[in-house]
Antibody, heavy 118, light 107 residues
Framework: QVQLVQPGAEVKKPGASVKISCKAS????????IYWVRQAPGQGLEWMGR????????TYIQRFQGRVTMTRETSTSTVYMELSSLRSEDTAVYYC???????????WGQGTLVTVSS | DIQMTQSPSSLSASVGDRVTITCRAS??????LNWYQQKPGKTPKLLIY???SLQSGVPSRFSGSGSGTDFTLTISSLQPEDFATFYC?????????FGQGTKVEIK
């Protein structure tokens, strides 16, 4: 069964950075892009960007440009999303999701709750 | 960015009811439209992809239709486990934007 495993939670201070991992298993890692979506408390889903594990190519949403970096480590089938200069508004659950051909997100990680608080 | 607008934002329905949720795109997206279900505290689950294709394992009471700018998710007979928030998502162009969600509650 396809799995995307994320850490459960992170607590960070304003101005700090957070780096969240997403470890994929039970499928060919290089064949599917990984997308990052976040959800603030009580709010909807917000697409942040994506990475192609085979090439490392990335696409980020405009409003996160300069603050977000997505990388991958093919030896461990893991993708990382780093968000810098954290502020309280970045408090959210961050999901990684597999993007399959046909353009949809068919498998999702369990989400990582990032709390930004002084 | 392509804007996705869902209606209604919430609805109350009874078990057995037929429920319809609509999603409108700010420009034509062909059939690059997906629907997700999210229960409180849970991960989004893909229900429908490419406007009308049922994801494996999803009950047949869920169906989707539409093309261009107007799309519909229909639940033919609402079941107790269907009470959740539903999101549409366009995958025609980056960023893959979501609708604001439709919360389906028990009447």
């Amino acid at each position: 069964q396809v799995q995307l495993v994320q850490p459960g939670a992170e607590v960070k201070k304003p101005g700090a950075s957070v780096k969240i991992s997403c470890k994929a298993s039970e499928y060919t890692f290089n064949n599917y892009r990984i997308y990052w979506v976040r959800q603030a408390p009580g709010q909807g889903l917000e697409w942040m960007g994506r990475i192609d594990p085979s090439s490392g190519d990335t696409t980020y949403i405009q409003r996160f440009q300069g603050r977000v970096t997505m990388t991958r480590e093919t030896s461990t089938s893991t993708v990382y999303m780093e968000l810098s200069s954290l502020r309280s508004e970045d408090t959210a659950v961050y999901y990684c999701a597999r993007g399959r051909s046909g353009s949809s997100n068919d498998y999702w990680g369990q989400g990582t709750l990032v709390t930004v608080s002084s | 960015d392509i804007q996705m607008t869902q209606s209604p934002s919430s609805l109350s329905a009874s078990v057995g009811d037929r429920v319809t949720i609509t999603c409108r795109a700010s420009q034509s997206i062909s059939t690059y439209l997906n629907w997700y279900q999210q229960k409180p505290g849970k991960t989004p689950k893909l229900l429908i992809y490419a406007s009308s294709s049922l994801q494996s394992g999803v009950p047949s009471r869920f169906s989707g239709s539409g093309s261009g700018t107007d799309f519909t998710l229909t639940i033919s007979s609402l079941q107790p486990e269907d009470f959740a928030t539903f999101y549409c998502q366009q995958s025609y162009d980056n960023p893959w934007t979501f609708g604001q969600g439709t919360k389906v509650e028990i009447k």
